[in-house]
């Protein structure tokens, strides 16, 4: 991987937390006008058709690493597109969005440990350092800054389900990587987009909301759009291209980013207040992410041109010994 490539991605995922952060916006109103289930569904099959137009006309489908990965992609759309969807429609059904908030945010820390456990990836005093001081702004953001909010909390059987969506993404997010050892990014995307949507469909049957879709507000369309082209197609592909590129860890740590993205937006389009305890845990959030991700990039950068430079000169050494 070519380092230019890594510095690009970098920027490239930080349009993630801010389309996953405006799907959490747009779908609070979207599901006062029809089922939740029925939503995701209708958003995740719209974004797979768009995805398999482009991939078709883009003609390059590796059937064969398909074949070698299926069980992979099976299990990231059972996982992340469905399991992660319905677990979290139905908790916030039973349960307050702060518990789930909180739960959520222990995402990128799972995912580390998941990540150097079963996938080889590195673990070293930075990337420590950064989750913890990016887990604590989380928290601050949510709560805040009030230690009587957080000690109120009465969590129940909804936060059951909660913990179940957030171990259906970290496995998602896990298997992606080894999906992506053979298939690429955008086909892999694409595949369990469509099948996760489907899944998805079986589940919202039940809920009789489809012919609700033709009957939604110039809001609500506007909203859905956006979730189907910016949250699901731009927002999955930047974020599989990156656990690809740059691993699982670094990747994961961009979710933090999710609940300030979802903040910010509120108090732009909705005039929600935020306080300084809230501004100042952003802070902390967005240090956590730039120690884990382009402070080792910058880090990691210097280290090669020290390198280089000492190889240089034992060469130069060399050669003048030579003459």
Request: charged share 10%; aromatic share 12%.
């Amino acid at each position: 991987m070519k380092s230019e490539h890594s510095i690009a991605i970098y920027f490239w995922l930080l349009l993630v937390p801010l389309f996953w952060g405006g799907a959490f916006v747009a779908a609070d109103h979207i599901i006062t006008e029809i089922p939740p289930v029925t939503a995701a569904a209708f958003r995740f099959g719209s974004a797979g058709i768009l995805l398999l137009i482009f991939v078709l006309l883009r003609k390059k489908i590796d059937i064969t690493a398909i074949k070698k990965q299926w069980l992979s992609i099976i299990l990231m759309s059972l996982t992340g597109i469905l399991g992660y969807n319905i677990f979290f429609f139905i908790a916030l059904e039973i349960t307050s969005p702060i518990n789930g908030s909180l739960i959520v945010a222990t995402t990128p820390v799972l995912l580390t440990f998941g990540a150097v456990l079963f996938l080889g990836e590195v673990w070293n005093k930075q990337l420590g350092f950064g989750l913890v001081l990016s887990l604590t702004g989380v928290v601050v953001v949510i709560s805040k800054g009030s230690l009587a909010s957080l000690l109120s909390l009465d969590f129940n059987a909804g936060d059951l389900l909660f913990i179940g969506g957030l171990l259906c993404w970290v496995a998602h997010g896990l298997l992606g990587k080894i999906a992506m050892r053979d298939v690429s990014p955008v086909v892999t995307t694409t595949l369990t987009t469509l099948v996760g949507s489907l899944f998805l469909s079986l589940f919202a049957i039940p809920e009789k909301g489809f012919q609700a879709i033709f009957t939604m507000s110039l809001q609500a369309w506007g909203e859905m759009l956006f979730m189907i082209i910016c949250s699901s197609v731009a927002g999955f592909l930047l974020w599989n291209h990156g656990i690809k590129q740059i691993g699982a860890s670094k990747a994961g740590i961009y979710m933090n980013l999710v609940p300030i993205s979802t903040a910010l937006i509120a108090v732009w389009l909705y005039d929600s207040p935020i306080t300084w305890a809230q501004i100042t845990g952003m802070i902390m959030v967005i240090t956590g992410v730039y120690f884990v991700t382009f402070h080792q990039y910058l880090m990691n950068r210097r280290r090669q041109r020290k390198n280089a430079r000492l190889k240089n000169k034992s060469v130069n050494n060399k050669q003048s010994w030579e003459v």
